[in-house]
Structure formats: structure tokens, C-alpha cells
């Protein structure tokens, strides 16, 4: 039994709940991979959705109660973008921080250097400024923790070092990077690889890790190569030292959520689930995610619609232990 629980609405957002936006995003052909927050009592995604051109939009989309979304009829703004002279091919896979009162927003730019790590701020929702580009070389899967550790922000980012078969540069290995001003970066250590042979032989971190009193609590993705038709992306998950966030206490031997229904399974790229978003309800008086606050990961089902699936802290740190 896979620890996450799938909805029964799945999957809760598929491309025609996507409303018309004039000139860019008209009758799109898809919609996955969202970060998401709660924010004043509403639950936000930031979905990307893309168009018959290929071509990759953010887009909010907004809930009260995390399962029936409203998507926004605009697409998100990042002010400030438009001073980068490089050409930007797609901006996508974004990922929601809360850092003290400020709310963050990472996501991958494909560009010709590479893949970038971008980063915006908000207030609202509404409104984003962008911050700049906050990498270099070719790197993706960038998540913010939610506050300074050892008076330093950080992150868990991948950097992009192996070529897929006739696929797009991915990574076997998540580091773990630091910052005084979040702008510039400095990868501190490796943090952990690929698992050869087995479900995550290719990895890259998915949500914001959540603070628990046993550790930072991380969920990630990670693609079984070695299958001849298709690769398999699936969720696990691994538990991380409060201080150095490097040290992995545990992680799962087996995934936690796998492709295993039709939206999962066919699409735009079959097999693929990929989770973006988390958010947890309940936190103690200093801040600890509670054992039995009810969890819901929100990812992208075949690179076409978004799923949701519900778990528990306790549940995910047992799956982590096994
Ligand atoms: C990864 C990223 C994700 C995508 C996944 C499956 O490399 O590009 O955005 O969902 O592949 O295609």
C-alpha cells in the first residue's frame, strides 16, 4: 500500500479547468507540476501550464478547501524578468517558501546555458517581483528551506550531470547549498545520490522540507532508468539532520507514490509522478510540523494534469525509516 493517499477527485486540475488567456494560453494542452502553499486560509498552486507551442507559463490557481481549484485567468507576471537579455525557453516547476514573513518562489528556466534557478518574491500572490537568476551552470529541482540554518539560507538543489537517452540533462545527485542573501549560492556538500539498480537512480528534491522534531522531513523524486520503454518517475522520502541538513537520517527504500492510474500511467510523458507541493496543517507553538498534521502532496501525473494525494508527518517518517 503506497504511503500516499491518492484524492478521489483525481486528478484535481487537468488542462480544461484551464480558462482561455488571451493571446498565449488558449485550448492548452497541459498542466502539472505545482508548487504549493497555504496562504490566509487558501490553499495556492502554482501550476505550470503549457500551450500547443511547448511553450511554459506559471499560473496561480486557488482552493479553500485543497481540492476543488479555481485557475487564475492570467498568467503570473515576474517583474523584472524582462531585464534578461538571454533568451528564456521555459519557466516551470516552481516551488513556494515561506522564509519569516516573505514568500519565495524558485522554479527552472531553460535557457541557453542551460537550466537556471530563478527566484521571485511575493506578498500576495498577486504580485511578483523577481529577484534574479541565482545559479549557474546547468542545475534544476531548487528548494528553499523555510529559515536560516546556522544563520545561513539554504537549499537542496540538482545539478544537472547525466544525459538521458535521448532525453533532457538530468542529475543523480541532491547538494545542499548556501547563502548569505539569496542571490548568491555556494554548494556546500552532496547531499545524497541515485540509488543504482533501483526506483531513484535519478533524483531531484520536491517540495519545501518541512520541520519536524526528528528532522527536516524532504520528499523527492526519483526515475528507475534501467526499464527499456519508458523511464518511472516516482516519490520517496528521506529525513535530515535539523543542523546539517547533508546528514541523512533515513530514507525510504521504497517509493511512496508510483504511477499506477491512467493519468499517471499515459500522457505526455507516461509513468510520471512528480511532486512540487506540500502543505501541512498543523505546526506546535515553536514551529514543529505536529505527528498527526494531515499532509497533501500536490504533483504532476504524467506531465499532463495534477494529482493529489493526502499522508500524515508520522506516516511519511515511518515510510523514510523502512
Ligand atoms: C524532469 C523535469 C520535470 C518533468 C519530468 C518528467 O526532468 O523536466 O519537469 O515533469 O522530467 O518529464
Same mark, same amino acid.
Given at each position: ?34 508548487g504549493?502553499i497555504?496562504f490566509n486560509?487558501k490553499?495556492i498552486?502554482l ?11 506559471i499560473?496561480k @490557481?486557488e ?9 487564475a485567468?492570467?498568467?503570473v507576471d515576474f517583474k523584472g524578468m ?12 516552481a516551488r513556494i517558501t515561506k522564509i519569516?514573513k516573505d514568500h519565495f518562489v524558485m522554479f @527552472? ?9 530563478g527566484l521571485a518574491k511575493t506578498d500576495n500572490f498577486e504580485d511578483f517581483e523577481f529577484l ?12 528553499l ?59 531531484? &528534491? ?23 520503454? &519508458? ?92
Amino acid at each position: 500500500m503506497c504511503v500516499l493517499k491518492r484524492s478521489k477527485k483525481n486528478p484535481i486540475i487537468s488542462r480544461s479547468d484551464v480558462p482561455d488567456i488571451f493571446p498565449h494560453l488558449v485550448d492548452v494542452s497541459s498542466v502539472f507540476n505545482p508548487g504549493a502553499i497555504k496562504f490566509n486560509d487558501k490553499y495556492i498552486l502554482l501550476l505550470r501550464v503549457q500551450n500547443r507551442g511547448r511553450e511554459t507559463f506559471i499560473v496561480k @490557481a486557488e482552493s479553500s478547501n485543497g481540492e476543488d481549484f479555481t485557475v487564475a485567468n492570467c498568467s503570473v507576471d515576474f517583474k523584472g524578468m524582462e531585464k534578461i537579455k538571454e533568451k528564456i525557453y521555459h519557466i516551470y516547476d516552481a516551488r513556494i517558501t515561506k522564509i519569516g514573513k516573505d514568500h519565495f518562489v524558485m522554479f @527552472a528556466m531553460d535557457m541557453d546555458a542551460g537550466c537556471q534557478l530563478g527566484l521571485a518574491k511575493t506578498d500576495n500572490f498577486e504580485d511578483f517581483e523577481f529577484l534574479g537568476i541565482v545559479s549557474s551552470g546547468d542545475i534544476r529541482n531548487g528548494v528553499l528551506f523555510p529559515e536560516k540554518i546556522n544563520g545561513k539560507y539554504m537549499r537542496f538543489d540538482r545539478p544537472n550531470k547525466v544525459q538521458l537517452e535521448g532525453g533532457p540533462s538530468s542529475g543523480n545527485t541532491i547538494c545542499l547549498s548556501a547563502s548569505d542573501d539569496l542571490l548568491h549560492w555556494e554548494m556546500v556538500k552532496p547531499v545524497m545520490s541515485g540509488r543504482f539498480h533501483y526506483w531513484d537512480e535519478n533524483i531531484g &528534491s520536491g517540495p519545501t522540507p518541512v520541520k519536524t522534531r526528528e528532522g527536516w522531513l524532504h520528499i523527492y523524486h526519483g526515475v528507475a532508468t534501467h526499464f527499456s520503454s &519508458s523511464n518511472i518517475y516516482q516519490a520517496g522520502v528521506s529525513l535530515h539532520d535539523l543542523n546539517d541538513p547533508s546528514i541523512v537520517l533515513s530514507r525510504g527504500r521504497y517509493n511512496i507514490l508510483e504511477p499506477r492510474e491512467i493519468y499517471e500511467l499515459t500522457g505526455q510523458v507516461q509513468n510520471v509522478v512528480f511532486p512540487c507541493g506540500m502543505v501541512v496543517e498543523e505546526y506546535d507553538e515553536e514551529g514543529f510540523a505536529r505527528p498527526e498534521s494531515k499532509v497533501r502532496v500536490y504533483y504532476g501525473a504524467a506531465d499532463t494534469s495534477v494529482g493529489l494525494a493526502y499522508s500524515t508527518i508520522e506516516e511519511l517518517i515511518k515510510a523514510s525509516k523502512q
